[in-house]
């Protein structure tokens, strides 16, 4: 098991930049694979950014180019540089982590809102 608590939520202009941050309580180098989703108001949940333990990185087609995700295996940390912020960024973040063992979990944080607007 994983909990996963993500913080750096806020409101931001347009063309600024926010960092979020997610707290895993376990070493994620234990964890197959680590990313960031989100979800706008009546829309469903994509994909931001995600990697493999085996060092495989992928970005939802919206945010290539100004997020980066990042980690600090010290900390057990995992980070999206969000960089170019536009309006349709707006949603809320959520932290993902995927555990194979036998069986395939998948743990979710609890959120955190991104409201970008002038």
């Known amino acids: 098991q994983v909990q996963l608590v993500e913080s750096g939520g806020g409101l931001v202009q347009p063309g600024g930049s926010r960092r979020l941050s997610c707290a895993a309580s376990?070493?994620?180098?234990?964890?197959?694979?680590m990313g960031w989703y989100r979800q706008a108001p009546g829309k469903q949940r994509e994909l931001v950014a995600t990697f493999t333990s085996d060092g495989r990185t992928t970005y939802g087609d919206s945010v290539k180019g100004r997020f980066t995700i990042s980690r600090d295996n010290a900390k057990n940390t995992v980070y999206l540089q969000m960089n170019s912020l536009k309006s349709e960024d707006t949603a809320v973040y959520y932290c993902n982590a995927v555990i194979r063992t036998s069986i395939i979990m998948t743990y979710w944080g609890q959120g955190t809102q991104v409201t970008v607007s002038s």
């Open positions: 376990r070493t994620i180098s234990s964890i197959n694979a």
